[in-house]
C-alpha cells in the first residue's frame, strides 16, 4: 500500500480526513443560509485564534492575498516602514511598494529588528507599520507587543502578518494594538490552502483609502458580512469554505489553549533534539525576539549538503524544508504546525538523525532528547 507523503514543512500542512472528506459533499448555494451559517462559525472561531472583537472576514485566496488586502486598503499613497528580518517581511515590503512610499528597515535574515530604528521613522511621520509576527524562512518569532506599542505611540496603523503563527501560537490582536492582522488556511489552521482570513480594527476602518481594489475591497467585505445570512461579496471557494469550517470545529474540540501548548510542546521537541545531535540553531535573538512556535530553523552541518539531508530523509515518505533564497544549502526546517503530534515529530526526527550519522556527522542521540519533552 503506499504511503502519503509526510509534509514537516511550515505549510502547507497535512490536512486531517475529517477536514478532506468535508470538501467532498455536492455543492451548495453561496447565497443561501447554510453557507452563512458555515462562514459565521468560521469567524467566531478564528476571533478566539487571533485574539480580536474586531471584525474578521474570509478571502478567497492565498495568505499573500490577504497581506495585499491590508496594504492595499489600508496604506495606500501613505508612508509605510516595513520591518525585515526574512523573505516573507521581504514580501510585505515588495507589496507595499505597489502601493505607497517605503522605507524598509531590514537585519540580516534571522537576527532582531532594529525597534530603535522603527521608533526613529514613526517619530518623522510615518503612517503604517508592517511586519512578519512569525518569520518561517528564519525560524524566528518577531516582537508583535512592542511593535505595536510604538505604532500607538506614534498613530500608525500595524497590519500584521499572523500567517504561520494564528492558531499556533499565542497571538493577541486587540491587546498588542495590532489594526489588521492575516492567518492563512494552510498553516496552523491544518485547512487546504487557498483562503486567507483578515481581522480590521476600528483605527483601520477610520483610514480605508477611497481608492481601493475590486476583488479585494474589504469595504464590500464589510458589507456583504453583515448581511442575513453572512456573504462574501464575490463567488467563494465553497468546498474551502467547508473544509476549513470543518477544522475550525476541529480546534475547538481541541481547545485553543490546548492547541497552542501542543505546538510549543512540539517545538520545544526539535529544538531539544537538535541540541542532542550538536545542531546549531539558526535565528539569534534578543530579549524581544523567540525561536518560531511553528517551525524550527537549523544549520546544515558542514560535512553535510542540503541533498544528502533532506534527500534521505525524504526517502522515509517525508519532506522537511530546506533554505530559500541565499539560504538555500544552508540551513534546514521542521515544521511543527496543524494537527500533527508526537508520533509524527518522532519519526521525522529519527530520519534526520539517521540522516546525520550516514553522512559522518557525530550526532548526539537527539531522538531521545525530543521523547523526553513530548512525554513530559
Not at 13 to 40: C, K, L, S
Amino acid at each position: 500500500m503506499e504511503q502519503e507523503p509526510l509534509l514537516m514543512i511550515p505549510g502547507p500542512v497535512p490536512v486531517p480526513q475529517r477536514v478532506r472528506a468535508a470538501m467532498t459533499r455536492q455543492a451548495i448555494n453561496h447565497r443561501g443560509p447554510e453557507f452563512g451559517a458555515a462562514y459565521a462559525d468560521c469567524v467566531r472561531t478564528l476571533k478566539a485564534l487571533f485574539g480580536t472583537e474586531n471584525d474578521l472576514y474570509i478571502i478567497s485566496g492565498s495568505g499573500s492575498a490577504g497581506m495585499e488586502a491590508g496594504v492595499a486598503n489600508f496604506a495606500r499613497d501613505k508612508s509605510i516602514v516595513s520591518l525585515v528580518n526574512g523573505k516573507f517581511g521581504d514580501r510585505f515590503a515588495k507589496i507595499g511598494q505597489r502601493y505607497g512610499m517605503v522605507t524598509v528597515l531590514e537585519s540580516e535574515w534571522g537576527t532582531p529588528l532594529d525597534l530603535a530604528a522603527l521608533e526613529r521613522e514613526l517619530e518623522a511621520g510615518a503612517e503604517i507599520v508592517t511586519m512578519v509576527h512569525n518569520e518561517t524562512s528564519a525560524g524566528i518569532k518577531n516582537p508583535a507587543p512592542e511593535v505595536g506599542k510604538l505604532a500607538r505611540k506614534y498613530d500608525a496603523l500595524f497590519i500584521m502578518d499572523g500567517i504561520t503563527s494564528i492558531g499556533g501560537d499565542d497571538v493577541r490582536m486587540d491587546e498588542w494594538g495590532v489594526d489588521v492582522a492575516v492567518v492563512g488556511s494552510q498553516k496552523c489552521l491544518a485547512a487546504p490552502a487557498g483562503l486567507a482570513a483578515i481581522a480590521v480594527g476600528e483605527r483601520a476602518w477610520d483610514r480605508i483609502s477611497d481608492k481601493r481594489p475590486f476583488y479585494l475591497d474589504m469595504a464590500a467585505y464589510r458589507k456583504s458580512g453583515k448581511g442575513t445570512p453572512m456573504e462574501t461579496p464575490y463567488t467563494p471557494a465553497v468546498p474551502l469554505f467547508l473544509a476549513l469550517c470543518e477544522a475550525c470545529k476541529m480546534i475547538e474540540e481541541e481547545g485553543v489553549g490546548a492547541r497552542i501548548a501542543r505546538h510549543r510542546r512540539m517545538a520545544d521537541a526539535v529544538r531539544a533534539a537538535a541540541k542532542g545531535w550538536g545542531v546549531d540553531l539558526f535565528p539569534k535573538l534578543d530579549a524581544y525576539h523567540a525561536y518560531s512556535n511553528t517551525v524550527t530553523a537549523m544549520r546544515i552541518p558542514g560535512v553535510l549538503t542540503d541533498k544528502d539531508l533532506r534527500g534521505t530523509v525524504k526517502k522515509f515518505g517525508i519532506e522537511i524544508a530546506g533554505g530559500q533564497d541565499h539560504l538555500k544549502g544552508k540551513i534546514f526546517r521542521i515544521g511543527t504546525m496543524g494537527g500533527v503530534g508526537a508520533q509524527e515529530i518522532l519519526a521525522t526526527l529519527a530520519a534526520v538523525q539517521f540522516a546525520l550519522k550516514t553522512s559522518n556527522f557525530a550526532a548526539g542521540d537527539g531522538v531521545e532528547a525530543a521523547a523526553g519533552v513530548l512525554l513530559g
